[in-house]
């Protein structure tokens, strides 16, 4: 399943189109099906075995399509409708990390036309989509800002607005129970939209150049908020690391639910680190798929 309906649409194509060809390469008989509003009516007549789901954003990462297919008895993979609702609403999962010890900076919800208004929070801070991914409407407001930005028509009625955390931006993947590596992000700005899916729009280093500490504390983090969102299959921690404070430094910002299975994807770089293959990691997610995720 890939496409689909949210902003992330064209990404999702992308890792479909990937995943499809690795699984033919695997010996599976793959077909690719664009999510759209008959999802559930081309499924019933398709009735796959199996249903990898390569879909990213609303209604195929926040537990829409997860209920679909539960309902219908389908094996899938990655997370199902519990875990991947929580994960896409960036509050609730951060109530949810907060509650598990795990480190999370201030935020708060409001309208987005209070956001622009007034300074909700003193800058430096962030303006995000609550339920959005792929750093789509990001807006960073520099300390010493008079006035808050001007928003663009791609953000919803509520925004979070959450507290800048300097530093180096690390991210791991967990597969299974299993935490492959910590990637550093080297970017000559903001890790944007752009920057994560433009070829050369940024760099990884696999694995991070970072204190030994500070690495298993990564790999720590991942594993415990995978595990408090009660995710499945694979998913990927994305933190913060502020070096002059160290490990006290080190935030925790989200959980992608549906990592990207692009050619510059962090999540197959770091199974490729680990000695796992593109299509040996499609061919995991799809044993391991199931139904009551």
């Known amino acids: 399943m890939m496409g689909g309906l949210s ?7 992308s890792s479909g189109r990937e995943c499809a060809a690795a699984l033919r390469e695997a010996g599976f008989q793959a077909i690719e099906i664009d999510a759209r509003a008959d999802l559930p009516a081309r499924l019933a007549d398709m009735a796959p075995d199996i249903a990898l789901n390569a879909l990213h954003g609303r ?3 926040d537990g829409c399509v997860q209920g679909i297919l539960e309902w219908m008895r389908i094996p899938y993979t990655h997370s199902g409708v519990l875990a991947s609702a929580l994960a896409m609403d960036k509050a609730r999962s951060k109530e949810v990390f907060a509650a598990a010890g795990l480190p999370v900076v201030d935020s708060v919800v409001v309208p987005a036309a209070q956001a622009q208004a007034a300074h909700v929070m003193p800058p430096p801070y962030v303006i995000k989509p609550n339920n959005e991914g792929s750093s789509v409407g990001i807006y960073i407001v520099p300390e010493g800002a008079d006035v808050p930005p001007v928003l663009g028509p791609e953000m919803p009625e509520r925004v979070m607005v959450e507290a800048f955390v300097p530093g180096r931006e690390l ?3 967990v597969m299974g129970e299993r935490a492959l590596a910590v990637t550093d992000i080297v970017t000559e700005g903001w890790y944007d939209y752009a920057a994560k899916y433009s070829p050369g729009g940024s760099r990884h280093v696999v694995p991070a150049e970072l204190p030994q500490e ?5 790999l720590d983090i991942a594993l415990r908020a995978h595990a408090a969102l009660g995710c499945r299959g694979m998913s990927r921690a994305d933190l913060r690391w502020d070096e002059q404070r160290g490990l006290a430094g080190l935030v925790l910002l989200e959980v992608n639910t549906q990592p990207g299975m692009t050619p510059t994807s962090l999540s197959p770089e770091q199974a490729a680190h680990c000695g796992i293959g ?13 139904c009551d995720r």
Do not use: K
């Open 7 to 13: 902003v992330e649409r064209e990404v999702s194509l």
């Open 59 to 61: 209604w195929g990462e």
């Open 171 to 173: 991210t791991v993947t």
């Open 214 to 218: 500070v690495t298993d504390a990564c």
């Open 278 to 290: 593109f299509a040996e990691l499609c061919r995991w997610m799809v044993e391991d798929a199931s």
